[in-house]
């Protein structure tokens, strides 16, 4: 931990980190190191990682990237903040984000921006552009993020490391700040298969406080990942996997180098054993519409909880009620976090709604059939995680609707609610990262950390 935190220390000017907590972290390994000499042998006993600062936690400021929760700390920890300590992992801080969960470059942190390990002057992805960058730069063996559009995979790639959203409603989301409920969800991220199925096993699990949480008993995904297939053999450990290949995410405007690498590493899963199969999900390209109306239209509700009564900034000065709420949340909140805000509300405005939120909500549905309809062929979905690798710093920042457009593969995933990684694949353009993505059907997790193991 002392090793740790001298490096997270020295690695400042990544900007991964948000808070750095040594004297918190210190005790708690203090606290493992007890529970190693009295005999246990837990698998994270003594592990450090640190938490998107997206979950509440009680030790520990949280912030959400936004300047509206500078200073906020919550009374309590998050459940998957509560059960990693639990399990005896050692937090360092919390890590940077986007604001509130929203972006894909972290460039949308009121904070600072995260510079990504492989090149400094390109983004790290996003949101959970800290969680990916301090494990590729090796200042943590993992880290926890959060996925609603594609933040932990899309990260994941880009830094070169592997990251896992499990099936909506696996970890609970009680105590992580809510951006788009019907979508969020935790995961881990971390340099292998292996590992995130560890940290998985012990951040999932049944919570009566999300009453979206799955009520099925604890998994050992580690077993699962380990459990061979029938029919494998020690050189095809993937004998008899199907893997379904959408030709939507192959299409013309994929970047070379990232299709080439996809390629390769299917090439890999062959040699395993694995069958490749053409499947078709027709309706991928409605999924940027279809997210950009959901999510904003959650967002604008959730966020109305900061109004600078209950927590959080308020503005020092204001002539009564409504203008003190006019003018916290003009001072607190971002320029993106305001749009989507925005645009959140005339979608689920009278007259707007059928239009607009209603059709989206069709139309998810019909995502998540299409998935159905694939799956009939293959046991699990392939593809690229982006269209290209990690972009310049400043390259979108001033055009949202082309970084929407580069969420193309993530989404369609989150919208159906299904589990979706990223491996590490490979390098494109200027020796950058690529991640194949891997998505497989409801609680299917232990298949896809199988197949991205044998990968490994
Ligand atoms: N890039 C997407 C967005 O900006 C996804 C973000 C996420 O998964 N939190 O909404």
Not at 330 to 339: L, M
Request: charged share 20%.
């Amino acid at each position: 931990t002392q090793a740790l935190l001298a490096r997270a220390t020295a690695a400042a000017d990544l900007g991964a980190f948000l808070h750095l907590d040594s004297e918190a972290a210190l005790a708690s390994a203090k606290a493992a190191d007890a529970r190693l000499v009295a005999g246990d042998s837990s698998a994270l006993l003594g592990v450090a990682l640190a938490h998107k600062d997206i979950f509440v936690t009680a030790d520990m400021p949280t912030t959400a990237g936004s300047k509206i929760l500078a200073d906020y700390r919550s009374p309590f920890d998050a459940t998957v903040v509560a059960r990693l300590k639990t399990a005896g992992a050692v937090s360092l801080g919390k890590l940077n984000c986007d604001e509130f969960a929203m972006g894909s470059a972290n460039e949308n942190s009121a904070y600072k921006p995260v510079a990504n390990p492989w090149d400094r002057q390109r983004v790290p992805g996003g949101s959970s552009g800290g969680s990916a960058a301090a494990v590729a730069a090796r200042l943590l063996p993992a880290s926890t993020g959060t996925d609603t559009g594609g933040s932990i995979r899309q990260p994941a790639s880009f830094c070169g490391i592997t990251g896992i959203k499990p099936t909506y409603g696996v970890c609970s989301r009680f105590g992580m700040i809510a951006f788009a409920s019907s979508l969020d969800q935790a995961g881990p991220m971390a340099r292998s298969a292996e590992d995130c199925a560890l940290l998985l096993s012990a951040m999932s699990g049944f919570d009566e406080r999300d009453a979206t949480s799955v009520q099925q008993p604890p998994q050992d995904f580690h077993a699962q990942m380990l459990a061979a297939r029938e029919g494998a053999t020690a050189a095809q450990p993937l004998k008899g996997l199907r893997i379904g290949l959408p030709r939507e995410f192959f299409p013309e405007a994929l970047s070379e180098d990232v299709h080439r690498a996809v390629r390769a590493s299917l090439a890999e899963l062959e040699k395993l054993g694995a069958t490749l199969v053409d499947v078709s999900l027709p309706r991928t390209e409605l999924a940027i519409p279809v997210y950009y109306i959901i999510a904003p239209a959650e967002a604008s509700s959730n966020l109305s909880r900061f109004d600078g009564v209950k927590f959080g900034h308020r503005a020092a000065q204001y002539q009564d009620l409504l203008d003190m709420y006019k003018k916290t949340r003009a001072e607190g909140f971002g320029a993106e976090v305001k749009r989507r805000i925005m645009i959140g509300t005339y979608v689920l405005s009278h007259g707007y709604y059928d239009a607009y939120y209603l059709q989206a909500q069709k139309l998810r549905r019909m995502i998540a059939d299409d998935f159905q309809q694939a799956f009939q062929h293959c046991d699990v979905i392939a593809g690229p995680v982006a269209p290209t690798v990690a972009w310049k710093a400043g390259e979108g920042a001033d055009d949202p609707v082309k970084a929407y457009l580069a969420d193309i593969f993530t989404l369609p995933a989150s919208l159906a609610g299904l589990p979706g990684m990223s491996v590490p694949a490979g390098f494109g353009e200027g020796g950058l990262p690529v991640g194949l993505q891997l998505i497989g059907n409801y609680f299917k997790e232990g298949q896809l950390l199988h197949a991205a193991h044998a990968l490994q």
